[in-house]
């Protein structure tokens, strides 16, 4: 079993919709999960980053994490053409991130 | 603005040559840096570890010998992809750590070895 499994889509949505993205992981050290964009050919953005359990809103962005179940997710509101991306879970079990375990990330295309 | 730069973007070299690519820090100064490979469609994989003043510590399966790590600052990395082979042919990233545990991810830069 990989440490870290996401599914790798492709996810097509309409304009608005509302978009769930999710990873599950094996390894319950793992205490900070984080939540990367990436455009094509350009490097990785952070876009959430969470400690432990429960949830963070950052504009039209929710991230959750429940760690008795393993699973991390991430909600997009009124999702927008320019969501379109791919998005990579990455987790650690310490805060300096020097083992960052990165899912195999989902692509998102919204259309408009 | 950008945190980290990488240079070059883009570069497309023989198969043989040795290709040097840099990342720099822009505003903070860069304890760790990490460099990742990351295949089309594929995960980012990460290949070294690397501490400034100090030998960088690679992945299993990285070949130290052909891809070459200097952090000889805070704010400069560099890995230099010796005698590349189209099977080399990627897009590097680099990922910086910094004293407050902030980490930045690069533009990356891909290399295509015909």
């Known amino acids: 079993q990989k440490e870290v499994e996401q599914d790798p889509g492709p996810l097509s949505v309409p304009e608005g919709a509302i978009v769930s993205l999710n990873c599950t992981y094996s390894n319950s050290a793992f205490q900070y999960f984080m939540w990367y964009r990436q455009y094509s050919r350009k490097g990785p953005e952070l876009l959430m980053y969470?400690?432990?359990?429960g949830n963070k809103e950052d504009g039209r962005f929710t991230a959750q994490v429940d760690k008795s179940s393993k699973y991390i997710s991430l909600f997009i509101r009124d999702s927008q053409p320019s969501d379109s991306a791919t998005y990579l879970c990455a987790m650690s079990a310490n805060q300096a991130g020097t083992a960052l375990i990165f899912g195999k990330g989902t692509t998102l295309s919204v259309s408009s | 603005g950008a945190v980290v730069s990488q240079h070059p973007s883009w570069v497309i070299c023989k198969s043989g040559t040795s290709v040097k690519i840099e990342c720099r820090s822009l505003d903070f100064q860069a304890t760790t840096m990490f460099w990742y490979r990351q295949f089309p469609k594929q995960s980012l994989m990460l290949m070294a570890t690397?501490?400034?003043?100090?030998?960088?510590?690679?992945e299993q399966g990285v070949e130290k010998d052909k891809f070459l790590i200097n952090h000889a600052s805070l704010t400069l990395s560099t890995l230099t992809v010796t005698s590349a082979h189209p099977e080399d042919s990627s897009f590097y990233i680099c990922r910086i750590g910094t004293a407050y545990n902030e980490q930045f991810f690069g533009p990356g830069t891909r290399l295509t070895v015909l």
């Open positions: 969470t400690y432990s359990s």
């Open positions: 690397s501490n400034e003043g100090s030998k960088a510590t690679y």
